[in-house]
């Protein structure tokens, strides 16, 4: 049975033991190397963190150099506008603004809806237009 099993996983012999549950090897600097391999990996990831920051920053003072040059404003600032305005608005108003109502609703729904019935009656017969018109 275990020649099958060797056969099966060819030359994995070193790490059988370890598939079916035997001793590890110990490595009696594992402990070390492996908090030496954790601070290494903080440091590269600290390391990657400082250059996109720092990427970041030069990206910005372009933009910020386009946005002077064409008066555009950042969107920060025109979202802090616009909340400015609607609090003008709204000053000494104890409930919210009220929307304003959008083209298309209201009393031309119902108008809407007669011209339909109109048009429908026209394709009907005779007999049951002047029923319906009744």
């Not at 109109?118 to 007999?127: A, F, M, S």
């Amino acid at each position: 049975m275990e020649f099958v099993m060797k056969q099966a996983l060819g030359g994995a012999t070193k790490d059988m033991g370890k598939m079916l549950g035997g001793d590890e090897e110990k490595d009696p600097d594992a402990a070390k190397k492996e908090e030496e391999r954790q601070e290494a990996l903080r440091q590269a990831e600290e390391e990657r963190k400082a250059k996109y920051a720092k990427m970041e920053a030069e990206r910005e003072a372009v933009r910020q150099g386009i946005r002077d040059k064409y008066g555009i404003k950042k969107k920060e600032e025109r979202e802090a506008e616009a909340q400015a305005a609607m609090e003008a608005n709204s000053e000494g108003s104890l409930t919210r603004p009220k929307k304003a109502i959008p083209p298309g609703c209201g009393d031309e729904v119902e108008e809407e809806d007669e011209s339909i019935l109109d048009t429908v009656i026209k394709y009907l017969p005779g007999p049951l237009q002047d029923m319906l018109k009744k």
